[in-house]
């Protein structure tokens, strides 16, 4: 007796079923791949001179040179794997490559989920400012009565990042940029973005050095400063890799006896007493330093801290998003004919373009017209900018609802065609289009991690600085960054199915 068609649909839905699992199962329990090339993660858009691209589109930079030296010293080809430097660690549990090699500072949070090899390198803070700036010393940055808060500049999750927060924290405002790097951070502090920027000294001595007409108005003030005791940089591997970490020291130590690491960094003039110190540093590494992990009360309540910005982002950039999409509505659907093409262009550009872009672009762009916009009122307004062009389409959708003979029986009694508009097809729009409204409205909420990118320090911001440095809590981290941005989204989200009940009723 033949299978019958129902049945065979559900065999096949079965075995497709069942053919996904396996592949999610062995997707996610594969094993870590192993090559002959010695894959080094590391971040060329941090800046110089650590990794510099050569004419061959490989990596330079003293970071480069040592690399190459020490995957032959291993007998392995090197292969440079360009990742983003905040998600290094991630990438290396994942497998993706087999060492962190980028100017990772050691700190004992890192060493709890990951090894390091001995130090290769002694690194040190400066301060920049501008040549008219009052800022003349570290002390500067601490309280001064009666003075605004400073707006200093860092690099997201770098060691300077750690340090001013930890340190200066109540007193200035730590703008923390995450796609942007030294140069693009340095340049906003010759132009008067920012009040100051904390950099590695290497990175800040060489662009000082290499472009001193760009970065004219820039200059390092007081001594250079280690923000730990331990500041080092590290190459970093899997904990697992106990082999591949101690083949490294051995090269390393070699390095350092065979003159070879003083000679690549006197080529990029960063040789100096701290560095000779290294090969003696190298002897009883790792450290015994431990630093008190603070709580999951303490993450708890910081993360909260950053979710009443999320929420603030999205309570004034929604507003301004319906306004601006129910005046496009309008403006498209009831304006002159001139007025309906620039508003059908503005949507559909704005619809076909990413929000990172819009962000980048009022962020980033604007300043170069003129028009400065902090971080947080730069991301309000790109939020509004965007969801304004998807109210636009929700609300003109609300109008064409709306029967014709409404405006007609307006006119006829004898409203005025803005009077009819405003007073009867308007608020009948608006009811019907209050369920997807909502749901827009619980989109933005997450939409507001996008703004982190211009260094809003909002909940996904906080949790990703969080994660970064406290790799061992990456999943305790996670699900209170879920659970907050849950329990800022399900109350939405009852409310809208209420309201869709309610439209059904009327209706129905």
Known sequence: MPTPPSRRRWYLLALLAILLAGGGVYFLTRPVVVTDELRWGGDDTGGQPYLIETPDGEPGGFEGEIATYLAAKLGRPPKFVRKTWSQLPQDLGRGDVDVIFNGYEWFPQREEVMSSTIPYFAYRLSLLVRHDSPIRDWGDLGHKEGRKKLLVGVLKDSAAHRYLEERYGDTITVQAYDEEGVTTVMKWVGEKTLDATVQDTPAAKWYLKTEPVVYRDLRIIGESIAPTKNNYFVIFVRKSDDVLREQLNDALRECMRDGTMKRILEKYDLWDVDQAGLLEVGKTWPPEETRQRPPLSWFARRLVRASMTTITLA?????????????????????????????????????????????????YFLPLVGVRLDAFSAGVLGLAVNYAAYEAEIYRAGLLSVPRGQMEAALSLGMSHPTALWRILVPQAVRTVIPPVTNDFIALFKDTSICSVIAVTELTARYRSFATNNPALILELGLMTACLYLAMSYPLSLLSRRLERAQQRVQG
């Open 315 to 363: 309570a004034i950039s929604f507003p301004l998003a319906m306004a601006l999409g129910l005046a496009l509505a309008i403006g498209r659907q009831y304006g002159p004919r001139w007025l309906t093409w620039p508003i059908g262009a503005y949507v559909e550009v704005i619809r076909g373009t990413p929000l990172l872009l819009q962000l980048s672009v009022i962020y």
